[in-house]
């Protein structure tokens, strides 16, 4: 049966179930996918907010305050980010900033430089 039943690309539920041939469906979300064509395309994009792709080692700039726990200042808007690394999770970016050291970024606060 686990054979039958794939996770979801789009929400991420693993109950995605056989449909017929080559199409499963996810009972969650109403999505519906062929699992090929999800696998081709498996590489997460991570966009910035203007939608442009990211890569590893991209500079970019943050486009608004962004606070920083156990900081006294928060970083602020126009601040160039070099040499970025993409992650998984919900803070995709890492990086290192001048005068706060090493921390992880959410992709939505930053536009490519």
């Given at each position: ?13 693993p109950y ?6 080559d199409?499963?469906?996810?009972p969650e979300c109403?999505?519906e ?7 081709a395309d498996?590489?997460?994009k ?18 608004k305050?962004?606070?920083v726990?156990?900081?006294?200042k ?5 601040t160039?980010?070099k040499?970025i690394?993409?992650t998984?999770g ?6 290192k ?8 970024l ?5 536009k490519?430089a």
């Open positions: 049966m686990s054979d039958e039943m794939k996770p979801c690309p789009a929400c991420k539920s995605g179930y056989a449909m017929g041939d199409l499963y469906a996810c109403g999505h996918w062929n699992p090929s064509e999800v696998e498996s590489g997460n991570v966009l910035d907010s203007n939608g442009n792709e990211l890569k590893d080692g991209d500079s970019v700039v943050v486009i305050n962004l606070p726990k156990g900081a006294p928060p970083i602020k808007a126009g160039k980010v040499n690394r993409l998984d919900d803070h995709n970016i890492a990086c900033i001048d005068g706060f050291g090493a921390m992880g959410k992709s939505e606060f930053v490519k």
